[in-house]
């Protein structure tokens, strides 16, 4: 059984891996969907814009065709290299001009997004008739070849389109073609909570279902787990009710036996101690009907009068030194002549039970201690028995549950003494506690409201 659930739990844990993954991975195709439609969207809107310079100033793109036509026919002239050629595009006087108001048509047309920029060059080629094109500039997009724009990196930008022109014209009886190429990259400031706002519900409703597996999965291992310790009880139960139903059955056996014998008819002695062990041995196997009976009670129906405590517990002491003449029992009662509405049968019990499990695990010293706090009524039965574990506390009063000795229950019994005792507390509306630790004895304390 502990096998089985074992491999199942494991079964359970790597299905849920992998259901975690794979949503892991689905939410991820989902935002990077997400990434690409918001890069087209910009891409789009970024194109309407840069499409037509006219309402920027068209002057400064004229400057910048002229300035392009300049360095073409220079270089031609053999005034330019293509170092100075190269420095003189990408210190232009326009750059900064252009930049701001580029700049501040991007935040007029897309106030809700701010986005950063740069145009970048990427061709300067000359066609020279009947020659062989001259390239005094090819290089990959950098951020150094930056012709304008804000963006000081080209790490988180993604480009936007290429602008493509040419330029024709004729030189000292030499005609030439220019082609340019640049390209615009832009980067949204604060992209990612964009994206992530825009699959708000996604994440939302894939957090749920993964917190709804993993609830609904712990609450199937508990489950699990809980159906474990009650076959364990249960298994532990029938051995120990076997265990102890098999004596005085045994006993009873062996004493009928003994008495069809007709010496020992005779002997009115032996005959009266046979007979003794026979009724003790029935009184047994009724006490173990009773624990048994009472445990499957879900309520008990009190039979309540009025009883002065101090009469009831002295009694009580009574008949337990006459069934434990070897125990030294003492009592101290601060409240005499304290009446409460109790069942006197099934209380009797409760407290008997107590002073049993003490006699049980070894005391021989017990003290019943009555005191009258406010409204409370408080009775205490201290022993000098061998404790009990602190983390075990919170088990005692539970069904069929007994008190282990490192692994072993060296006290014979079914684990139903103390959980009949706080039922019929629980039913008078009180309630038990316990202090104890090992090696130092217990006291229980029973609480009544007056």
Known sequence: MKQRINLLITFSIIALIVLCVVHFFLVKITYNYKVAQFHAEIKEEIASITNDYSDIDSAIVYKKDLLYKQLAQRYLQNKKRKSDLTYALLHNEYRDVLTRKLQLKLEREIPDITINFAVVLNKFILYKSAQKADTLFSEKSFIKNKLYGNLISLDNAFLVRNYAGTTSGSLQMQDYKLLTEDSMYVSVI???????????????????????????????????????????????????????????????????????????????????????????????????????????????????????????????????????????????????????????????????????????YGSTVINIKTELIQNQFNISIKDNGIGISKNKHSLLFDKFYRVEKGNLHNTKGLGLGLYYVNQIIKAHQGSIAVISDLGKGSVFTIMFKV
């Open 190 to 360: 604060e992209w990612e909570t964009i994206i992530l706002k825009r699959m708000r519900m996604v994440l939302i409703l894939s957090l749920f279902s993964i917190i709804t597996l993993i609830t609904l999965f712990v609450i199937a291992i508990k489950a699990l787990i809980k159906q474990k310790k009650v076959n364990d009880v249960k298994t532990d139960f029938i051995n120990n009710i076997t265990h102890e139903l098999k004596t005085p059955l045994t006993t009873l056996g062996i004493s009928t036996k003994i008495l069809e014998r007709k010496e020992i008819r005779d002997n009115e002695v032996q005959f009266n101690m046979i007979l003794h062990t026979i009724s003790r041995q029935n009184n047994r196997l009724q006490n173990l009907i009773d624990q048994v009976m009472s445990s499957s009670l879900g309520e008990f129906e009190l039979q309540k009068e009025k009883i002065d405590l101090e009469t009831f517990l002295n009694t009580i002491i009574v008949d337990f030194k006459i069934a434990n003449p070897e125990i030294n029992i003492t009592s101290d009662i601060n409240a005499a002549k304290t009446t409460l509405l109790l069942d006197q049968f099934h209380l009797t019990t409760a407290i008997q039970n107590v002073l049993e499990n003490a006699v049980k």
